[in-house]
């Protein structure tokens, strides 16, 4: 065997080993690829059915909130509206109610200050007191009133009815 011949034979040898290891790595490789693949689905199929879990969670409180909706909507229409109805009309009888009560504040208050008119002194009640507090006043008032008794009793004896004018 010559130097050629053993330079091939080892380089042979080489490849060989370089095969060997190469195939190991794949090897290993693909041991670890399997695994990875089996953890792969399994963290899939725990996806997928945590998915189809949260789904229906999610579907049932869906159905839920619409039945809620719908119980809503039943409580508006049926007590909530009718109340409102019966809160307007009684504020449109409060509001009717409190103008009446204006209305006959403003009529006392007419009526009072019309009471106080006559409970102050009139002007001929006034001149009256100022003649009566005179003595000419009270001389006059006296011989007014004589004259107005001497004229009912001449009008007596003739017969005839008084008539003032």
Same mark, same amino acid.
């Given at each position: 065997?010559?130097?050629?011949?053993?330079?091939?034979?080892?380089?042979?040898?080489?490849?060989?080993?370089?095969?060997?290891?190469?195939?190991?790595?794949?090897?290993?490789?693909?041991?670890?690829?399997?695994?990875?693949?089996?953890?792969?689905?399994?963290?899939?199929?725990?996806?997928?059915?945590?998915?189809?879990?949260?789904?229906?969670?999610?579907?049932?409180?869906?159905?839920? %909130?619409?039945?809620? $909706? =719908?119980?809503? &909507?039943?409580?508006? /229409?049926?007590?909530? *509206?009718?109340?409102?109805? +019966? #809160?307007?009309?009684?504020?449109?009888?409060?509001?009717?109610?409190?103008?009446?009560?204006?209305?006959?504040?403003?009529?006392?208050?007419?009526?009072?200050?019309?009471?106080?008119? %006559?409970?102050?002194? $009139? =002007?001929?009640? &006034?001149?009256?007191? /100022?003649?009566?507090? *005179?003595?000419?006043?009270? +001389? #006059?008032?006296?011989?007014?009133?004589?004259?107005?008794?001497?004229?009912?009793?001449?009008?007596?004896?003739?017969?005839?009815?008084?008539?003032?004018?």
């Amino acid at each position: 065997m010559n130097a050629r011949d053993w330079v091939e034979l080892a380089l042979a040898v080489l490849l060989t080993l370089n095969l060997i290891v190469l195939g190991g790595a794949v090897a290993v490789g693909l041991r670890r690829v399997a695994a990875l693949s089996t953890r792969l689905e399994a963290a899939v199929g725990d996806i997928q059915r945590q998915s189809v879990t949260a789904l229906q969670d999610t579907h049932a409180a869906l159905t839920r %909130l619409a039945e809620l $909706s =719908a119980s809503l &909507e039943q409580l508006v /229409k049926h007590d909530v *509206s009718p109340t409102m109805q +019966v #809160a307007r009309s009684a504020l449109t009888h409060v509001d009717t109610t409190l103008q009446g009560v204006a209305d006959a504040t403003s009529t006392v208050r007419r009526i009072a200050a019309g009471a106080e008119a %006559l409970t102050t002194p $009139s =002007a001929i009640s &006034e001149a009256a007191g /100022k003649l009566i507090s *005179s003595s000419g006043g009270r +001389v #006059a008032m006296i011989s007014g009133i004589a004259l107005a008794v001497l004229k009912t009793v001449s009008a007596a004896r003739r017969g005839k009815p008084k008539v003032d004018q």
